[in-house]
């Protein structure tokens, strides 16, 4: 039985398009927006409230607001221009209510790590800890970020969004948005060194395990003879 391609259909629909339809009565429309913005603005608005705590709740304000007022989407910029312009604003005034954030403040270095995509389909455990123990140590140093680096940073560096489109969206110029994803990497670099710590004396280590199986087989082959000669 072939699949029903309304779906795949209706998904591949521009953002104004389908806009303009939801307009026109089919509101179940909005869900392919929603579906498809939100993992920007969840990411957005949390780095704006500086935690997990009622960033769904500002997501859902976004949107109500965004489809409350649909009617004044112009098109002078995209569609999601406009949306994450809303997110930004309900982000900002949730905070403003009462929320205190409290940023590390660490000293400045530049951060262009990339972290290489293993080759292996299935990883192995330890390959698998060790990516997410990764995650965990740059999300805590994003989350550490001083609330205006954090908000430019996650636009810039997570979400790809162009310098103009950050700048646009958060009421800056597109200057300070390059000095501050600039200051932002810096500090990332040494909130991650930090951590780090004395561990980074353990870099490369040699676990037991390892040492464990080389002593062995090198044991092995010396009582089998087998020792290679010049």
Same mark, same amino acid.
């Given at each position: 039985?072939?699949? !029903?391609?309304?779906?795949?259909? %209706?998904? @591949?629909? !521009? #953002?104004?398009?389908?806009?303009?339809?939801?307009? =026109?009565?089919?509101?179940?429309?909005?869900?392919?927006?929603?579906? $498809?913005?939100?993992?920007?603005?969840?990411?957005?608005?949390?780095?704006?409230?500086?935690?997990?705590?009622?960033?769904? #709740?500002?997501?859902? #304000?976004?949107?109500?607001?965004?489809?409350?007022?649909?009617? =004044?989407?112009?098109? $002078?910029?995209?569609?999601?221009?406009? @949306?994450?312009?809303?997110?930004?604003?309900?982000?900002?005034?949730?905070?403003?209510?009462?929320?205190?954030?409290?940023?590390?403040?660490?000293?400045?270095?530049?951060?262009?790590?990339?972290?290489?995509?293993?080759?292996?389909?299935?990883? #192995?455990?330890?390959?698998?800890?060790?990516?997410?123990?990764?995650?965990?140590?740059?999300?805590?140093?994003?989350?550490?970020?001083?609330?205006?680096?954090?908000?430019?940073?996650?636009?810039?560096?997570?979400?790809?969004?162009?310098?103009?489109?950050?700048?646009?969206? @958060?009421?800056?110029?597109?200057?300070?948005?390059?000095? $501050? %994803?600039?200051?932002?990497?810096? =500090?990332?670099?040494?909130?991650?060194?930090? +951590?780090?710590? =004395?561990?980074?004396?353990?870099?490369?280590?040699?676990?037991?395990?390892?040492?464990?199986?080389?002593?062995?087989?090198?044991?092995? +082959?010396?009582?089998?003879?087998?020792?290679?000669?010049?």
């Amino acid at each position: 039985m072939q699949a !029903d391609p309304k779906p795949l259909a %209706l998904a @591949l629909l !521009d #953002d104004e398009t389908v806009i303009r339809r939801v307009q =026109q009565g089919e509101i179940a429309l909005f869900e392919i927006v929603m579906r $498809r913005y939100n993992q920007r603005l969840y990411r957005i608005i949390r780095s704006i409230l500086g935690s997990d705590t009622d960033v769904e #709740d500002v997501l859902q #304000d976004a949107y109500l607001k965004a489809y409350g007022h649909l009617g =004044q989407f112009e098109g $002078r910029s995209s569609f999601a221009t406009w @949306l994450t312009k809303i997110a930004v604003y309900e982000a900002i005034a949730r905070a403003r209510k009462g929320r205190r954030f409290q940023p590390l403040e660490v000293t400045v270095g530049d951060d262009e790590n990339r972290v290489a995509e293993l080759r292996s389909t299935l990883p #192995d455990p330890e390959q698998t800890a060790s990516r997410h123990e990764l995650r965990r140590l740059i999300e805590d140093a994003v989350d550490h970020l001083p609330d205006t680096f954090r908000e430019v940073f996650v636009m810039r560096e997570i979400e790809q969004m162009s310098q103009a489109e950050t700048a646009e969206c @958060l009421g800056l110029k597109e200057e300070t948005v390059k000095t $501050r %994803l600039h200051r932002a990497r810096r =500090q990332i670099e040494s909130h991650l060194l930090a +951590r780090a710590g =004395q561990g980074i004396r353990t870099a490369y280590s040699f676990g037991d395990s390892r040492c464990t199986r080389i002593v062995t087989i090198v044991l092995h +082959r010396i009582a089998e003879g087998r020792i290679p000669r010049a």
